[in-house]
């Protein structure tokens, strides 16, 4: 028998990924314009996707 209700699990699961998906959408336009971009901004979104990658797996509690 289980402690808590599905419900809420999923819930708990919705508001974990909630702050990853704002991420996603935010970046949204960054990706569009991939291809005007000049170099060294090409390498500042690089850089934040290194970092969003290291930031989710340090949430998650993995080092895959």
Sequence with gaps: MSIHPLWLR??????????????VLLSFPAWVS???LPTDRR????????????WAKAI????R
């Design 10 to 23: 999923l819930l708990v699961g919705a508001l974990v990924a909630l702050p990853l998906l704002c991420v």
């Design 34 to 36: 991939w291809p005007f």
């Design 43 to 54: 390498q500042t979104v690089l850089s934040f996707v290194d970092r969003l990658t290291k």
């Design 60 to 63: 998650s509690g993995g080092s």
